[in-house]
C-alpha cells in the first residue's frame, strides 16, 4: 500500500519549458489536490479534484493546468515554467464525509525553474 | 484577513518538556475542522490531529493534544515531554465545511520547533 504517489522527486526546468507532475493514491479516495510550498509561505491550494471528472481551481491557479485522468491519477502540468513556480509541489489525497477526513500527502517534487 | 495565524516562526524546547504552539483561525462557518501537521526536515507531510468545531472535548493522540478555544478561535497544539525527533515544521490547517465533497485545507506559515537536548 504505497498510499500518495508522486513523480519525479526533483526537477530542475529552464524558462519556458514545460512539464507534468505526476500523483497517483491507491486508497480510494474520491478528492485529489495539488498544493505548492515557498519559504515561509505555508502550503497554498493550487488546484483540487473533489471527484473524478471535476476541477476547481484553488488560491494560486495562475500558470497550472491539472487533468484528473481516473479515480487514481491528478496530474500537474506548467506549460510555461516561469522562476516563479520554483516551489515544491505536494499532492494529496482524501475521502470526503463527515469528522476527521485528513488529507493524505505525497512525499513532494522538488521543482527548480531558471 | 489571513485566515489561519501562527504567530511563532520559530519556537525552542528543552527535552522532556512540554511545549505549545499557538494557532488562531478565522472563519464565519459553524461547521469547520482543525490539523495539525508536522512536516520533518526529509519533508513529508505528516498528520497529527483533528478537531472539529462540534467536538466538546479536546483532542488528544498519544503525546499531542489540541487546546481548542471555541470563542477565542484559537486550537493550539500542546506537545508533552518532548523528543529529539519532535524537532520539525509543524502547521496549523482548517477546513471550512464538515458535509459535502469540498474538503480544501488551509494552512498556516508553520512554526519551525528545535528541540535541545
Known amino acids: 500500500n504505497a498510499g500518495v504517489t508522486q513523480t519525479p522527486k526533483f526537477q530542475v526546468l529552464k524558462t519556458g519549458q514545460s512539464m507534468t507532475l505526476q500523483c497517483a493514491q491507491d486508497m480510494n479516495h474520491n478528492s485529489m489536490y495539488w498544493y505548492r510550498q515557498d519559504p515561509g509561505m505555508g502550503l497554498r491550494l493550487i488546484y483540487y479534484s473533489a471527484s473524478e471528472g471535476t476541477t476547481d481551481k484553488g488560491e494560486v491557479p495562475n500558470g497550472y493546468n491539472v487533468s484528473r485522468l481516473n479515480k487514481r491519477e491528478f496530474s500537474l502540468r506548467l506549460e510555461s515554467a516561469a522562476p516563479s513556480q520554483t516551489s515544491v509541489y505536494f499532492c494529496?489525497?482524501?475521502?470526503?464525509?463527515?469528522?476527521?477526513?485528513?488529507?493524505?500527502f505525497g512525499p513532494g517534487t522538488r521543482l527548480t525553474v531558471t | 484577513a489571513q485566515k489561519i495565524t501562527q504567530t511563532q516562526p520559530g519556537m525552542f524546547v528543552q527535552e522532556k518538556e512540554a511545549v505549545t504552539l499557538d494557532c488562531t483561525y478565522d472563519?464565519?462557518?459553524?461547521?469547520?475542522?482543525l490539523f495539525w501537521y508536522k512536516q520533518p526536515s526529509s519533508g513529508e507531510m505528516i498528520f497529527l490531529i483533528y478537531q472539529g468545531s462540534y467536538d466538546e472535548q479536546n483532542a488528544t493522540e498519544g503525546r499531542y493534544s489540541l487546546n481548542f478555544q471555541k470563542a477565542r478561535k484559537s486550537a493550539n497544539l500542546v506537545i508533552s515531554a518532548s523528543q529529539l525527533g519532535d524537532s520539525a515544521m509543524y502547521f496549523c490547517a482548517m477546513r471550512e465545511g464538515l458535509r459535502g465533497s469540498n474538503y480544501k485545507l488551509t494552512f498556516g506559515k508553520g512554526t519551525l520547533l528545535t528541540v535541545n537536548p
Open positions: 494529496a489525497s482524501s475521502q470526503p464525509g463527515q469528522g476527521a477526513r485528513e488529507q493524505y
Open positions: 472563519t464565519s462557518d459553524q461547521s469547520y475542522g
